[in-house]
């Protein structure tokens, strides 16, 4: 589990020669990451079932609301702000490779064991920033107002 999400490990980096990290996300609805972020890895979703919004930074600044159902596949190159929310009334379920896998996977593994030594207790803002921090991963604040 990462915070409300369910995600199952199905190739690692060491598995990969650390290429990527694949992984099947489970999303309930109003799950996801709370803000927008950026990070080195590229980022490929195609959607198993469900829907998701995803909220994309544009260079000139401004915010692009895409969103994706089952079938879809959506891109992120590496070092775009974006975020990614089940805006839905069910559980949104896809298939995520990671490239390369070594910022993700340690990011994700780190907040995992957080909340698994304290179960029923999320990790708190400031510890996820640390975590963020530590694995490569900026955090850029709430979502802005769509262009």
């Not at 490990?9 to 609805?29: H, S, Y």
Request: glycine share 12%; net charge negative; hydrophobic share 45%.
């Amino acid at each position: 589990m990462l915070g409300t999400n369910e995600i199952t490990v199905l190739a690692t980096g060491d598995q990969t020669g650390g290429a990527i990290l694949a992984v099947e996300i489970r999303m309930p609805p109003g799950g996801g990451p709370p803000v927008m972020h950026r990070h080195e890895p590229s980022e490929i979703y195609r959607v198993s079932s469900g829907e998701f919004a995803f909220y994309v930074g544009e260079p000139d600044g401004s915010v692009r609301r895409v969103v994706a159902g089952a079938g879809d596949v959506v891109t992120l190159a590496g070092g775009t702000p974006h975020t990614i929310r089940n805006e839905g009334d069910e559980d949104a379920v896809a298939f995520v490779v990671h490239s390369p896998a070594a910022v993700m996977e340690g990011f994700s593994r780190a907040v995992a064991a957080m909340a698994a030594e304290s179960p029923g207790s999320p990790p708190s803002m400031a510890e996820v920033l640390a975590v963020a921090e530590r694995h490569g991963v900026e955090l850029l604040g709430p979502i802005p107002a769509l262009a």
